[in-house]
């Protein structure tokens, strides 16, 4: 069975850091670009960051300079560093997961087939 398991989300003071981890088990996600999503009360989900493949990155505006995404193969996770986080970064976060034909392209429009259940990120004093 397919699946992605988010952790490492929860209360964070601003200008903190946070890393968020996304596990896959059933499949080897070293050949999937993987992409993470937020989403806050009230808000449509939004894009935040992928990586193709070969470790290509994309960013979105809002969080580009803080965010850091990256993945370990070999651990079959991919990870989302929070550096600084604002408090309108609270969201519940999730990972999700599609094979791509292109190792070296990443884009959060991609059609992803598998998400993870999500974590809680609260950033507040």
């Known amino acids: 069975q397919l699946q992605l398991v988010e952790s490492g989300g929860g209360l964070v003071q601003p200008g903190g850091s946070l890393r968020l981890s996304c596990a896959a088990s059933?499949?080897?996600?070293?050949?999937?670009?993987i992409g993470w999503f937020r989403q806050a009360p009230g808000k449509e989900r939004e894009g935040v960051s992928c990586?193709?493949?070969?470790?290509?990155?994309n960013y979105a505006d809002s969080v580009k300079g803080r965010f850091t995404i990256s993945r370990d193969n070999a651990k079959n996770t991919v990870y989302l560093q929070l550096s600084t986080p604002k408090p309108e970064d609270t969201a519940a976060y999730y990972c999700?997961?599609?094979?791509?034909?292109?190792?070296?392209?990443?884009?959060?429009?991609?059609?992803?087939?598998?998400w993870g259940q999500g974590t809680q990120v609260t950033v507040s004093s």
């Open positions: 059933g499949f080897t996600l070293g050949n999937y670009a």
């Open positions: 990586i193709s493949s070969s470790g290509s990155t």
């Open positions: 999700a997961a599609v094979w791509s034909p292109y190792p070296t392209i990443c884009s959060m429009q991609l059609p992803y087939d598998y």
